[in-house]
Nanobody
């Protein structure tokens, strides 16, 4: 069994910052790529940022220069530092990870954490 648990969401004013965390636990042998997705009301889920096991990163254009993804491999944790937040960043943010367990390799999702940007 593998679990991904997100934390750090909440209500923030425009221009503010939040830091999301996602910790993976369970029968993990290795974690490959990790990423953050978001889904706003009435919209499809989109990839916000991804990070490889080697630290390579990619971002959706709308968050470049404002968001930073990082990971701590020793803690099986991925982070998303979000600065200069805008109302359009409001969404449920989901963590995703490509994980090799003692049995198989698969993609896993967290349950999501809500980020609301509003004055």
């Amino acid at each position: 069994q593998v679990q991904l648990v997100e934390s750090g969401g909440g209500l923030v004013q425009p221009g503010g910052s939040l830091r999301l965390s996602c910790a993976a636990s369970g029968s993990i042998f290795s974690i490959y790529a990790m990423g953050w997705y978001r889904q706003a009301p009435g919209k499809q889920r989109e990839l916000v940022a991804g990070i490889t096991s080697g630290g390579g990163t990619n971002y959706v254009d709308s968050v470049k220069g404002r968001f930073t993804i990082s990971r701590d491999n020793a803690k099986n944790t991925v982070y998303l530092q979000m600065n200069s937040l805008k109302p359009e960043d409001t969404a449920v943010y989901y963590c995703n990870a490509d994980i090799l367990t003692t049995k198989w390799r698969d993609g896993y999702w967290g349950k999501g954490t809500l980020v609301t940007v509003s004055s």
